[in-house]
């Protein structure tokens, strides 16, 4: 089978790459550990009580690890995502790569790869896994969340307890309710697959990417993925944006609904927090428009007001039937008119 991406030079690369996290002891790193592990179990309670969502009892729990077990981890779930598309890719063309020529751009493609993993895995605190080929499981990255929190200057414990209700909340999203990893990863696979662009189309997608760059660097769109998409897949793409939006406001409305009654200091911790996201420096905000993390910024605040408007006017178990199906999800329209679905699925 022919290899586009060397996933396991992405490994490689992304482990040298990636920074160091804090200066710790063994004895603080050991200590960190144990209690994040400690808060990701205390969370479970409250995070099903506001949801009203519960994770079945044989469900994964979460796992508290470092940079470069990240970088792996999602090393592995991008190649079950996109190696299907790229193979798709490959069977439409008449001639296969030159085997040394394959071989090196495979290299060069995997170097690529870890080194966005090793930047992102600076970035994330905490992460659904949904493993399209493995176990899917909640990851709890300790460096980053001591990072952050001495960043912020807020209290240690009251901050990481923040970040497992957030977590724990996509936790609950992806067990509770059965279909909804399949879903996400049926939705990723197909996208990823019309977005690989075939010899007919690669000349006009090339050509509009001059177009396209001032929307890239502006913020507005997907990132780099704009360079290259047309308007119809740009409508799929925003499909699947919207769930996600979902997800990550959902998430967000449970752990600030949750924080009050757990979390002393929460107040404190989501002003700065807010403020950090918006206050990064110039090289780090152009990295996070050409990947796209400017617009998960958005999927946060947009979801979360999706959720709120949903719920004051349905409640929590009305906002719940958007996990009855996939029908019941809301479009890219609805997500930012919640009365819209308001309409379409409680009449």
Not at 69 to 93: C, F, G, H, Y
Not at 212 to 226: H, I, K, N, T
């Amino acid at each position: 089978m022919t290899q586009y991406v060397d996933w396991k030079f992405a490994k490689t690369a992304g482990a040298r790459l990636v920074p160091p996290g804090p200066d710790v002891s063994h004895d603080e790193a050991a200590e960190t550990v144990a209690e994040i592990r400690e808060l990701a179990a205390a969370a479970v309670a409250p995070v099903a009580a506001t949801s009203r969502l519960t994770a079945p009892g044989d469900a994964p729990a979460p796992l508290v690890v470092d940079r470069p077990t990240w970088i792996e981890v999602n090393a592995d779930s991008m190649a079950a995502l996109l190696d299907p598309a790229m193979q798709a890719m490959a069977s439409r063309k008449s001639k296969e790569p030159w085997g040394p020529a394959q071989a090196i751009g495979s290299k060069l493609t995997g170097a690529e790869a870890g080194g966005m993993l090793a930047f992102l895995s600076t970035k994330v605190l905490g992460q659904y896994d949904i493993a399209p080929d493995g176990t899917p499981a909640l990851l709890l990255v300790a460096p980053n969340i001591v990072t952050t929190e001495r960043d912020l200057s807020v209290v240690p414990r009251d901050f990481r307890f923040w970040v497992c209700l957030h977590e724990e909340t996509h936790r609950v999203q992806f067990t509770a309710v059965p279909w909804l990893r399949g879903h996400i990863i049926d939705s990723a696979r197909n996208l990823a697959g019309d977005l690989m662009p075939d010899a007919e189309s690669l000349k006009s997608r090339l050509e509009q990417m001059a177009t396209q760059v001032p929307r890239v660097l502006s913020g507005d769109g997907q990132g780099l993925a704009e360079l290259v998409i047309t308007p119809e897949q740009r409508e799929r793409m925003a499909e699947v944006t919207a769930v996600m939006s979902l997800l990550e406001g959902h998430a967000d409305v449970v752990m600030d609904d949750v924080g009050p009654d757990h979390v002393p200091t929460v107040a404190t911790i989501r002003e700065r927090f807010t403020t950090r996201r918006k206050g990064a420096g110039a090289a780090d905000r152009l990295l996070r428009r050409l990947l796209g993390l400017e617009a998960k910024m958005r999927q946060y605040r947009d979801g979360a007001v999706f959720v709120r408007e949903v719920q004051d006017t349905v409640g929590v178990d009305g906002f719940n039937a958007v996990w009855t199906s996939p029908e019941t999800l809301p479009t890219a329209l609805e997500i930012t008119e919640p009365a819209a679905w308001v309409r379409r699925v409680h009449g």
